[in-house]
């Protein structure tokens, strides 16, 4: 039987729909989970309190949750730049990585220099290594038009196998215990610190973030990257080049997600172990798809994932898994994504008469 | 003799789409065993109700009876178990399935023998003189076998209601006259053909009765061909006091040639020659109007030209300088300006706001370092807003927002905006309501005597008579006919577009 | 090396074979009716862990395989709503489910990871049979999951070609509005695909922990699923060769351990990274070849169909 609900365009888009749809996407989270926290017989407000207190109750848990916020939202503008082209980056995890390795490449290669030299140097390397690992798929998608979504998606396991390969083999650390991790990093390679927990890994990302919100947002380039994502046709009549934005574009994504692995390694760690991304880069993606592909709501997104992470991690003391972290996460989308459709449409009845009074008058 | 009940009875269906009412109380009745004929202008509400007919929208109100029973659709299997089948306008076919598995695709055995099947939609299709392969990949036929296809999809449903929606507009005239044929057969066996068009000729020389539409209206229903003439079809058409709404005189002094053609020849992506050797040249202040039955290698040349198709052979020069290799941009840099058939997809982006459409041509003289000029992106907007009476709500609301004739204005505009030696008007009116068409007519003509060249591409004969200082005719590629508008009757330019010398 | 240690990489290779074929074949049937599903590694997890459950419950591997599939194919009706019903972004859902579902799994599973399973399928017993030289020893010594995964596949490969119901399956992954126009319920067609996906996704998931590695630990999908996704692409949407592909692919899962004992100076994890290479290699090989003819991929995968729109 045909269902008697219909979607219907609207004849313009809900004003301010997307934040509407985050925020039923959240309370939808909180319903879902505390269903699950009662059955298998946790408080949910106590659950939940403690988890907001623990990413914003004190300066302590706020620098924490900006501190998660970082790869995240690097992640996700990374996510952002490809799609607001129209384009899916599917590979920051694997990025993230490359990123990492390509930092304690340099770690490894110039142990003795500076501090602040050695630190900029191991960020261009993870610059460097992020746009490497997207360089195929950035060649194959402008030059044959290979889907993109497969080949970014299966270098993140490429990836995951050369960081694996790498602390277990070539660069294992001889007084780890065995353990596959690298040798530590060279003392001066750690980013400065900010406040709290937090390092200058904050600042650099904010200032990613920005810079990248107002030169796409104004520039020729953000303009011309706009047109190519509206409409592939418009773009070639305007005479952009589609072969080359399409390559820089994803070139550019997978160095930003890059940098996040430069400064998760520099900034959060000691050394190189396989788990560097930490889910991040797939994170990334819904948080992208979250705001819309803009820099200023990737922000925004990033640090309320960055809070779920941290309070996801403090209920463990409850006797709560931290998985509980990543189902809010997965459950905020689904209930945004499907209230998002509300944004560009109405449920509307079936009717086949009772509307002709309307229509007539 | 009892009276047979109508084959399809639709009554005063209303549908409304946001910000448009595409139906407001249509009726149509026909018989059975008849070819009928919706005309209407685009615009007219024809596909609408046809789609109302056939399933695919629920009207607001109003009954739809089929051979005497009332039916209310929920979706097109309805229709189509009622025997009421559409062939739409765009081919609703799957390129990689076989003739034969698009045919028994919704009405085939739970088992499927390939050979069987192929032998049975075979019979089928000769049995009403449709030639097709059944074993061929869709992807592999051209635009008149497809149609065939579909119409075996509708034959194989058993269809006693058969909607062709502008079923010519892709044919070639041998293939027209083809259909003719296969329409008659079918209609000799008791099935009613629904036949949409807004070509005058074909309702007279195939369809037994017409209904006209008009504002998504009815304005005449089931008027018998036969005792009546074109010209009051087309009266009724475009309604009251229509002359054509502009009278141009002629160019006396035609100026330097600015954009000449030599030999020019496109391939389509599947390797087919679609302009065949096109050599033209505009002058300054020139109108040169292309007539041609749709698909006729108008598109491509368009595209050609202004540098969104690759050349096979042939050499394009602007103001004499050779652009025949350079890049859209370089062109439209020299003083080329492209008004393209496909608005929406191809000369705006539907999803940017009306600002960023408006400087679509002009960006990069906008630049302020890398950044673009907001001050006079906005200014630049609003002057052509002004300039062309451009209707629009905020400025910065998507362009996918306003009305056709809005968005046309908006277009046409901004390829102007910088006083081009060239434009390239493709299908600029069509579409467009009767002052949406006399705007953009006024501007084309008061652009050309400025000194700008125009090329202008049309499928409204009347239009290219008022307009053009020449007529050329496009048929199967080639440029076949040159006439002076003056001193060519209607009758002329349409043996010419249908490929008679 | 001598026989024994190839006889056991052999039943390995069938073993992980088993395991990629399964959750493979069913993202075939949803990616063929249009739906990408990025969520493989989620749903198997699911699966995992309900069917791991379930055999702790009731002891009877049967039932728990049934409530691996259910568990799956229930876990995937979510997609099914966001991206089908709702027409939400492919991409973005399926990778949501396979996050949630990672988490989901993880946190219905704390308690198991100290359990000893309470049921597990053993390789058939065929009697003689089983005691035939090689073919007895690897092809018999399997349990009854992979008799039934080769049927599914077969199954599949005759319901896609040779049905009226896998000619509107592929007709929807095609072309959503040629098939909606024939009379077909392109949702309706979508969601059961979907839905079948994810049941076999959870029987994968389940053959895991009841068959291949009994036991349940945070993780056991070890991105098994992903390959899953690779060996579509690399099986190019047909049910025969992706086949072939996961039995190469298991053979590359069944090497990696192995790769020592027949002194191959290669590190395992090296090896490991051949079935994501290949896949791009084999997508670029189909993009090359797709230039003047269509793709084989469905036309339709990744678009949401809504009738009305305009």
């Given at each position: 039987m045909p269902s008697p609900l219909a979607f219907e365009k609207r004849e313009s888009p809900l004003r301010g729909g997307q934040i509407r749809a985050f925020a039923v996407g959240v309370v939808v989270a909180l319903l879902l989970g505390s269903i699950l926290l009662l059955v298998s017989g946790h408080d949910p407000i106590e659950v939940y309190t403690k988890m907001f207190d623990s990413a914003f109750g004190s300066r302590r848990g706020i620098s924490t949750t900006l501190t998660r916020a970082v790869p995240l939202g690097l992640a996700g503008l990374a996510v952002a730049v490809a799609g607001s082209m129209g384009l899916w980056n599917i590979g920051a995890e694997g990025q993230i990585i490359a990123g990492a390795i390509g930092a304690a490449w340099i770690a490894r290669l110039g142990p003795d220099l500076p501090g602040p030299l050695l630190i900029t140097l191991m960020l261009v390397g993870a610059v460097v290594g992020g746009g490497f690992l997207a360089l195929g798929p950035a060649l194959a998608k402008s030059r044959l038009g290979v889907n993109e979504i497969i080949t970014t998606l299966m270098l993140n396991e490429v990836a995951i196998r050369v960081v694996r390969y790498l602390v277990n083999g070539p660069w294992k650390d001889p007084e780890g215990n065995n353990f596959p991790i690298a040798p530590e990093l060279p003392e001066q390679s750690a980013l400065p610190a900010l406040f709290e927990r937090a390092n200058i890994g904050l600042v650099i990302a904010a200032f990613v973030l920005l810079a990248f919100g107002v030169y796409t947002a104004r520039s020729a380039w953000g303009y011309e990257l706009r047109i190519a994502g509206s409409s592939e046709s418009a773009a070639t009549y305007a005479g952009i080049s589609l072969k080359a934005k399409v390559f820089t574009v994803l070139l550019l994504s997978g160095a930003i997600a890059g940098l996040a692995g430069g400064i998760e390694l520099t900034g959060s760690s000691d050394r190189l172990v396989e788990g560097v991304a930490n889910g991040w880069g797939y994170a990334g993606i819904i948080v992208a798809a979250l705001a819309l592909m803009r820099p200023s709501g990737v922000a925004a997104v990033a640090i309320a994932f960055g809070a779920v992470q941290v309070g996801g991690l403090s209920i463990q003391t409850l006797g709560v898994p931290a998985a509980i972290a990543s189902i809010l996460q997965a459950l905020i989308l689904f209930g945004a994504l499907s209230a998002a459709v509300f944004t560009n449409y109405r449920l509307v009845r079936r009717s086949t008469r009772s509307a002709a009074a309307a229509v007539a008058s | 003799?009892?009276?047979?009940?109508?084959?399809?009875?639709?009554?005063?269906?209303?549908?409304?789409?946001?910000?448009?009412?595409?139906?407001?109380?249509?009726?149509?009745?026909?018989?059975?065993?008849?070819?009928?004929?919706?005309?209407?202008?685009?615009?007219?509400?024809?596909?609408?109700?046809?789609?109302?007919?056939?399933?695919?929208?629920?009207?607001?109100?109003?009954?739809?009876?089929?051979?005497?029973?009332?039916?209310?659709?929920?979706?097109?299997?309805?229709?189509?178990?009622?025997?009421?089948?559409?062939?739409?306008?765009?081919?609703?076919?799957?390129?990689?399935?076989?003739?034969?598995?698009?045919?028994?695709?919704?009405?085939?055995?739970?088992?499927?023998?390939?050979?069987?099947?192929?032998?049975?939609?075979?019979?089928?299709?000769?049995?009403?003189?449709?030639?097709?392969?059944?074993?061929?990949?869709?992807?592999?036929?051209?635009?008149?076998?497809?149609?065939?296809?579909?119409?075996?999809?509708?034959?194989?449903?058993?269809?006693?209601?058969?909607?062709?929606?502008?079923?010519?507009?892709?044919?070639?005239?041998?293939?027209?006259?083809?259909?003719?044929?296969?329409?008659?057969?079918?209609?000799?066996?008791?099935?009613?053909?629904?036949?949409?068009?807004?070509?005058?000729?074909?309702?007279?020389?195939?369809?037994?009765?017409?209904?006209?539409?008009?504002?998504?209206?009815?304005?005449?229903?089931?008027?018998?061909?036969?005792?009546?003439?074109?010209?009051?079809?087309?009266?009724?058409?475009?309604?009251?006091?229509?002359?054509?709404?502009?009278?141009?005189?002629?160019?006396?002094?035609?100026?330097?040639?600015?954009?000449?053609?030599?030999?020019?020849?496109?391939?389509?992506?599947?390797?087919?020659?679609?302009?065949n050797g096109v050599s033209l040249t505009v002058g300054a202040g020139e109108i040169v109007g292309i007539a041609g039955v749709a698909g006729n290698g108008q598109r491509p040349l368009a595209d050609a030209v202004a540098g969104l198709q690759q050349l096979e052979a042939g050499a394009i020069a602007l103001s004499g300088d050779d652009v025949t290799t350079a890049p859209p941009r370089t062109r439209s840099g020299a003083g080329l300006a492209y008004v393209p058939e496909d608005r929406l997809g191809v000369g705006l982006a539907p999803k940017l706001n009306v600002v960023e459409n408006s400087i679509l041509r002009s960006y990069r003289s906008l630049k302020k370092g890398p950044f673009i000029d907001q001050g006079a992106a906005t200014a630049a907007c609003e002057g052509l807003i002004d300039e062309y009476n451009v209707k629009v709500g905020k400025l910065d609301a998507p362009m996918a927002g306003l009305s056709g004739g809005n968005l046309q204005r908006l277009l046409v505009g901004r390829e102007l905006a910088d006083d081009p030696i060239v434009l390239i008007a493709a299908q600029p009116t069509r579409g467009l309501d009767v002052q949406g068409v006399a705007a953009i007519q006024e501007i084309l003509v008061d652009q050309a005597r400025s000194g700008t060249g125009i090329l202008l591409i049309s499928e409204d004969l009347d239009e290219l008579l008022a307009l053009s200082d020449r007529l050329l005719v496009m048929h199967e590629g080639s440029v076949v006919a040159e006439f002076d508008p003056d001193d060519v009757t209607r009758a002329e330019v349409g043996a010419a577009m249908a490929g008679a010398h | 090396m001598n026989e024994t240690t190839v006889i056991g990489l052999l039943i390995a290779v069938?073993?992980?074979?088993?395991?990629?074929?399964?959750?493979?074949?069913?993202?075939?049937?949803?990616?063929?009716?249009?739906?990408?599903?990025?969520?493989?590694?989620?749903?198997?997890?699911?699966?995992?862990?309900?069917?791991?459950?379930?055999?702790?419950?009731?002891?009877?591997?049967?039932?728990?395989?049934?409530?691996?599939?259910?568990?799956?194919?229930?876990?995937?009706?979510?997609?099914?709503?966001?991206?089908?019903?709702?027409?939400?972004?492919?991409?973005?859902?399926?990778?949501?489910?396979?996050?949630?579902?990672?988490?989901?799994?993880?946190?219905?599973?704390?308690?198991?990871?100290?359990?000893?399973?309470?049921?597990?399928?053993?390789?058939?017993?065929?009697?003689?049979?089983?005691?035939?030289?090689?073919?007895?020893?690897?092809?018999?010594?399997?349990?009854?999951?992979?008799?039934?995964?080769?049927?599914?596949?077969?199954?599949?490969?005759?319901?896609?070609?040779?049905?009226?119901?896998?000619?509107?399956?592929?007709?929807?992954?095609?072309?959503?509005?040629?098939?909606?126009?024939?009379?077909?319920?392109?949702?309706?067609?979508?969601?059961?695909?979907?839905?079948?996906?994810?049941?076999?996704?959870?029987?994968?998931?389940?053959?895991?922990?009841?068959?291949?590695?009994?036991?349940?630990?945070?993780?056991?999908?070890?991105?098994?699923?992903?390959?899953?996704?690779?060996?579509?692409?690399?099986?190019?949407?047909?049910?025969?060769?992706?086949?072939?592909?996961?039995?190469?692919?298991?053979?590359?899962?069944?090497?990696?351990?192995?790769?020592?004992?027949?002194?191959?100076?290669?590190?395992?994890?090296?090896?490991?990274?051949?079935?994501?290479?290949?896949?791009?290699?084999?997508?670029?090989?189909?993009?090359?070849?797709?230039?003047?003819?269509?793709?084989?991929?469905?036309?339709?995968?990744?678009?949401?169909?809504?009738?009305?729109?305009?």
């Open positions: - | 003799m009892s009276e047979q009940p109508a084959a399809v009875d639709l009554v005063d269906i209303w549908k409304r789409f946001p910000g448009v009412i595409a139906n407001a109380g249509a009726n149509l009745t026909v018989r059975p065993g008849t070819v009928h004929a919706v005309l209407g202008e685009n615009g007219a509400g024809k596909t609408t109700l046809m789609n109302v007919l056939a399933g695919v929208y629920r009207p607001e109100s109003g009954s739809v009876l089929i051979g005497g029973h009332e039916h209310a659709f929920a979706n097109p299997a309805a229709a189509i178990d009622a025997g009421v089948v559409m062939v739409h306008q765009e081919f609703r076919l799957i390129p990689t399935f076989t003739v034969a598995e698009n045919v028994a695709l919704g009405q085939s055995p739970r088992i499927l023998a390939k050979r069987s099947i192929e032998e049975s939609v075979g019979e089928l299709a000769e049995r009403f003189g449709l030639a097709t392969e059944p074993d061929k990949e869709v992807w592999q036929l051209s635009m008149g076998e497809r149609q065939r296809v579909e119409i075996l999809k509708a034959l194989w449903r058993d269809a006693k209601v058969l909607i062709l929606d502008e079923p010519t507009a892709v044919l070639t005239p041998d293939e027209a006259t083809e259909l003719g044929r296969i329409v008659a057969a079918m209609a000799a066996d008791g099935r009613s053909i629904i036949f949409i068009s807004h070509k005058l000729d074909e309702v007279t020389a195939f369809c037994d009765e017409a209904t006209v539409l008009r504002g998504g209206s009815t304005v005449a229903a089931s008027l018998p061909v036969q005792d009546i003439d074109a010209g009051r079809l087309a009266e009724l058409m475009v309604g009251e006091a229509t002359e054509v709404s502009i009278r141009r005189q002629r160019t006396t002094e035609i100026g330097p040639a600015v954009l000449s053609l030599e030999g020019l020849s496109v391939r389509d992506d599947r390797g087919v020659a679609v302009v | 069938l073993e992980f074979g088993t395991l990629l074929y399964l959750a493979a074949l069913g993202e075939t049937i949803a990616e063929k009716s249009g739906v990408l599903n990025l969520g493989v590694e989620g749903m198997m997890a699911m699966g995992g862990v309900a069917a791991f459950w379930a055999g702790v419950e009731t002891g009877n591997p049967w039932v728990a395989l049934l409530v691996g599939v259910i568990a799956g194919a229930l876990f995937s009706a979510i997609h099914g709503v966001v991206a089908v019903v709702m027409g939400a972004d492919q991409v973005v859902s399926g990778l949501a489910l396979t996050i949630g579902g990672l988490g989901l799994a993880a946190f219905l599973g704390q308690d198991l990871v100290v359990q000893a399973p309470g049921a597990r399928f053993e390789a058939t017993n065929l009697g003689p049979l089983n005691d035939v030289p090689w073919i007895g020893e690897i092809v018999f010594d399997q349990t009854a999951v992979s008799w039934i995964a080769l049927a599914l596949g077969v199954i599949a490969w005759f319901v896609l070609t040779r049905t009226r119901v896998g000619l509107i399956l592929r007709a929807v992954g095609e072309s959503a509005s040629a098939a909606d126009s024939s009379g077909t319920s392109v949702v309706k067609t979508r969601m059961i695909a979907v839905m079948i996906g994810g049941a076999l996704a959870g029987m994968s998931g389940a053959y895991l922990t009841l068959a291949l590695a009994p036991g349940w630990s945070e993780g056991t999908t070890a991105g098994r699923g992903w390959i899953a996704v690779a060996l579509v692409i690399f099986g190019a949407w047909q049910p025969g060769r992706v086949g072939l592909g996961a039995l190469l692919f298991g053979g590359l899962l069944a090497l990696e351990p192995r790769l020592q004992t027949f002194g191959v100076e290669v590190s395992p994890i090296l090896l490991s990274m051949l079935p994501y290479l290949l896949t791009v290699g084999v997508l670029v090989v189909l993009s090359i070849r797709s230039r003047h003819r269509p793709s084989a991929a469905p036309a339709a995968i990744g678009q949401a169909y809504r009738r009305e729109d305009r």
